[in-house]
Nanobody, 117 residues
Framework: QVQLVESGGGLVQAGGSLRLSCRAP???????????MGWYRQAPGQQRELVAS???????NYADSVKGRFTISRDNARKMVFLQMNSLKPEDTAVYYC????????WGQGTQVTVAS
């Protein structure tokens, strides 16, 4: 069973920054490396949405709502994906998850991000 482990969330004031990390310890390298990986988020009462994805270094896509503020990256050697979040806004408050794009593996527990105004 593939396991995704997210970390790095927390409570931050508006305008602050957080760096999220995702590990995929049980995903074999030959599957992880060519996979498009993404960060998703789900706010209370809303559907989960994809906010950023990375196919390979330099090949990234972002939702309009986070473009210019968030940066996604990956480390294939460690099977990890990162999300640097700057200039955070209260509307960024959500549980953040990583997964493949499209999301074909079981979801992890996610990491809570709360941005106070």
């Amino acid at each position: 069973q593939v396991q995704l482990v997210e970390s790095g969330g927390g409570l931050v004031q508006a305008g602050g920054s957080l760096r999220l990390s995702c590990r995929a310890p049980r995903m074999i390298t030959s599957v992880f490396n060519p996979s498009v990986m993404g960060w998703y988020r789900q706010a209370p009462g809303q559907q989960r949405e994809l906010v950023a994805s990375v196919a390979r270094p330099g090949s990234t896509n972002y939702a309009d709502s986070v473009k210019g503020r968030f940066t996604i990256s990956r480390d294939n050697a460690r099977k990890m994906v990162f999300l640097q979040m700057n200039s955070l806004k209260p509307e960024d408050t959500a549980v953040y998850y990583c997964n493949k794009v499209p999301a074909t593996v079981d979801w992890g527990q996610g990491t809570q991000v709360t941005v106070a105004s």
